[in-house]
């Protein structure tokens, strides 16, 4: 039908092994997120190759910030994949076609509005996290240039959002890798070819970001029939538009004020030197790393927990989490139990400065203790999230992050002037506080309503 675009619903998780289902949605996410993360590194990867502390550090930074806006892109989008995955699970395709078209709506408005405002406000972002004065040019060049492609950036995970909330999680993969090939092409040539500096690792980023969009767009017109959205589902609707809203703001507040948190820790390392926020700068790339696991865990107990809700089928969602908690916990603990030997090494492939290597290497130790933890409050914010009720998602963060994770960073700094590993331990008890909230509140809820 003229003026309608159709999009498969890829594979109904209501039914069948819920460990299979689990692995057939998370591995490619996995994979996906694994690509993504890539994505990020390589720019600091190549420009450790051809340039010096201060564009390393200003690429550091400036992408910290950049994920930061990504996340919360990320966060809002939740929204989109419980209600697309609760309407996939009733049968209700109208209802999913609604979500998806409102969507599109919501984040146009959303990306062009914070374009224009963080354009007007590159400088003091890069005054307020305390750059250090040597990276302050290069990282107003850095965040300008990649300001300028939010636009690409928001539609390719709202995009992926929707394909996840039909139950297909391989699209999303199949894009980033196309993006994450052209990144590192790209940052070749504009680094290594052009020496262009930081300048050139934004560029490489925003236009493969924009090659991945293209390649999503093309992709979705050549979809087989299932759900079609109209024109019509294009119209806000207020019923709609507060489904969305009421998960992806507390998901988005939540993922916000955590790279906030992340933000002022990374303003303590600056206001203690060059070199050792250039090591908290790297590290915090390689956390990202090895949080692949977890972060692929919230996204899929969310998904497919949203698809078996919207089924009645309260029980395999339960199931879905518990499944969830063992493997992240497991994966943790191996993880975090091998970075205690390796950890100068793994740092060592970002940057030849044997100082940035060694503190990089204190506060690795002390950080991944964090993956254990953050393994399990984030499965069970996936949990919460697909129920509809994030606010519980932002309760146990926020709560963590005023209490422990920031004061704990700040205080570690000042006690312990010759390491960091005693500020990368604050972190973790931050994530232990969150785990027991969302116990508490786990229980709380299944006592009251039954689930």
């Known amino acids: 039908m003229q003026g309608q675009r159709e999009i498969i619903m890829e594979k109904n998780l209501t039914s069948g092994s819920v460990f299979k289902n689990m692995m057939l949605f998370s591995l490619p996410y996995l994979l996906s997120y694994f690509l993504q993360t890539l994505y990020g590194m390589a720019d ?24 930061m806006l990504t996340v919360i892109l990320v966060g809002l ?30 984040f146009l408005g959303v990306s062009v509005a914070l374009t224009a405002v963080l354009l007007l406000c590159v400088r003091p972002i890069v005054g307020i996290i305390s750059t250090p004065e040597e990276a ?68 490489g980023t925003i236009i493969s970001q924009t090659i991945s969009v293209i390649t999503a767009l093309v992709a979705m017109g050549k979809k087989k029939i299932g759900i079609r959205v109209a024109g019509g589902d294009l119209k806000p609707q207020g019923k709609v538009m507060g489904q969305l809203l009421r998960v992806g703001v507390p998901v988005a507040c939540q993922d916000g004020l955590i790279q906030v948190a992340f933000i002022i820790i990374t303003i303590i390392a600056n206001r203690r030197g060059l070199s050792d926020a250039a090591a908290v700068g790297i590290v915090e790339k390689i956390i990202s790393f090895v949080f692949l696991v977890p972060s692929s865990m ?39 139990v091998l970075v205690q030997f390796f950890a100068e090494p793994v740092v060592g492939l970002f940057t030849t400065d ?31 999230c697909a129920y509809g009720r994030s606010e519980f998602s932002f309760l146990h963060n926020i709560t963590a992050i005023v209490l422990v994770r920031i004061p704990g960073v700040y205080l570690m700094s000042k006690l312990f002037a010759n390491t960091l590993y005693p500020m990368g331990l604050a972190t973790a008890c931050g ?6 909230i969302c116990v508490a509140v786990y229980h709380y809820l299944k006592s009251r309503f039954r689930w």
Request: glycine residues 12%; contains cysteine; positive net charge.
């Open 354 to 384: 044997q100082l940035v290597r060694i503190m990089g290497g204190q506060y690795f130790r002390g950080y991944i203790w964090d993956c254990v933890f953050a393994g399990i409050h984030f499965s069970f914010s996936g949990y919460f």
């Open 44 to 67: 600091l990867f190549i420009i450790g190759q051809f340039e010096g502390v201060a564009s390393t550090t200003a690429v550091s930074v400036g992408s910290q910030v950049m994920h």
């Open 298 to 336: 919230l996204s899929t107990v969310s998904a497919l927990c949203a698809q078996n809700i919207g089924a009645g089928k309260h029980d395999r969602a339960a199931k879905t989490l518990q499944y969830a908690i063992m493997i992240t916990v497991g994966f943790g603990i191996a993880v975090s």
């Open 431 to 436: 994530s232990l506080l969150s785990v027991v």
């Open 77 to 106: 989008a939740m929204g989109t994949t419980v209600a697309v995955g609760q309407a996939v699970g009733a049968g209700d395709r109208k209802k999913a076609s609604l979500s998806i078209g409102n969507t599109v709506t919501l």
């Open 136 to 203: 302050v040019e290069g990282t107003v060049r850095y965040l300008t240039i990649c300001f300028i492609g939010i636009p690409f950036i928001t539609a390719y995970n709202i995009i992926s959002s929707i394909f996840r909330g039909l139950g297909d999680s391989r699209s999303p993969m199949y894009f980033i890798a196309i993006a994450c090939v052209a990144n590192i092409v790209l940052d070749y040539v504009f680094m290594g070819v052009f020496h262009i500096g930081p300048a050139g690792a934004a560029l």
